[in-house]
């Protein structure tokens, strides 16, 4: 039997490398040897066991590699074609998907996500893609893994993120959080057609990172009360979408006290605990505001068109990638990323 390194979840607090049996590629699958991935925040709340996976589970969702087995039934790909897989791997087929909701995949919320959650995911050697005629697509000729590393998870989310928000040209937008998927939603909104964006962290590195990305303003919250700052820039009318990207009560109430009524809440963020509304912030239930949910768009006409925008040079976010591991160094490469050290944005992983 072949085995392959995986980062397993053996319990709360604790992922390491192990041996496993290399999968083998059944009906519809395909099996890609992974050439980078990532570790993303969602994982950290796994390894801090406030979001359960079961024991033995290989962690990883942002597969970036090398078709090495197809299953019987997959067609239009070839053996060592090179292929991005996104993080929300829908079927396709089942009314959810048929629906418009791909990534509720299976009729159960959050369906889609399977790598890391329900399946084995990406921090492995190897990778076993469900659906896989769904799911993988063909990285263009002149794109390099990191060039692309963003597009299973962040991007695409990032991006839905100003999607589900609706931003007009002229809107005003606020980010709350400006860590990997905030940078993404503030580019997203630059897109868009946002004519003002508001970036909101307390890291000056990511701050300098979302101007490059298309913030007009930036704030520091550690410095100046965000809410009377935005306020202050919209005249007091407040802002037409704001993005909440970390998921904390205390990032989701500044952003419904500085939306307008009517505006929007676009949140991103995958939140541990009890999100609570008071009465005074949600007008009563009687502001006409909108709160609205992205769970990160998968299946590969997604993963095309984001390769299209990265290919035409409208968004480069190689730059997030701050820090480079291998593989056997995924223990040391969670426990930086886990606290948030010498500014880690994001980190390659290479098998």
Not at 165 to 193: M, N, R, S, W, Y
Request: charged share 20%; net charge neutral; glycine share 14%.
């Amino acid at each position: 039997m072949r085995t392959m390194k995986a980062a397993v979840f053996i319990r709360p607090g604790k992922i390491a490398l192990e041996q496993k049996p290399i999968p083998v590629a059944g009906p519809g699958e395909a099996l890609i040897k992974i050439t980078t991935t990532t570790i993303c925040g969602t994982d950290v709340h796994i390894l801090k066991g406030e979001y359960p996976v079961a024991e033995g589970r290989t962690i990883g969702h942002e597969p970036v590699g090398v078709i090495e087995e197809l299953g019987a039934g997959v067609i239009g790909y070839t053996v060592g074609q090179r292929v991005i897989v996104g993080a929300i791997t829908p079927c396709g087929q089942c009314h959810p998907c048929l629906d418009g909701h791909a990534s509720q995949c299976g009729g159960k919320a959050a369906g889609g996500w399977r790598f890391g959650n329900t399946i084995d995911g990406s921090q492995a050697e190897y990778l076993l893609v469900p659906n896989a005629m769904s799911n993988l697509e063909p990285i263009p000729d002149g794109l390099t893994d990191e060039q692309v590393l963003m597009c299973p998870d962040i991007m695409s989310t990032g991006f839905g993120g100003a999607e589900s928000g609706e931003i007009k040209i002229g809107d005003t937008v606020v980010i709350f959080a400006q860590g990997p998927i905030g940078l993404c939603a503030t580019a997203g909104a630059k897109l868009k057609g946002a004519s003002l964006i508001i970036a909101v962290d307390g890291l000056s590195t990511r701050l300098e990172v979302a101007k490059k990305l298309g913030a007009d303003v930036t704030i520091d919250y550690t410095k100046t009360d965000p809410i009377s700052e935005i306020m202050r820039l919209t005249n007091g009318r407040g802002v037409d979408v704001a993005i909440e990207a970390l998921g904390t009560q205390q990032t989701f109430e500044s952003c419904l006290r500085v939306l307008k009524p009517g505006g929007t809440l676009s949140s991103l963020g995958v939140y541990s605990g009890k999100i609570s509304i008071s009465m005074d912030i949600f007008a009563a239930g009687l502001g006409d505001y909108k709160i609205i949910t992205t769970l990160c768009p998968g299946g590969k006409e997604r993963m095309r068109r984001l390769m299209n925008v990265v290919a035409s040079g409208r968004v480069d976010l190689q730059s997030m990638v701050t820090h480079r591991f291998k593989l056997d160094q995924i223990e040391e490469a969670y426990a930086l990323f886990a606290n948030q050290r010498e500014g880690v944005l994001k980190i390659a992983i290479t098998p």
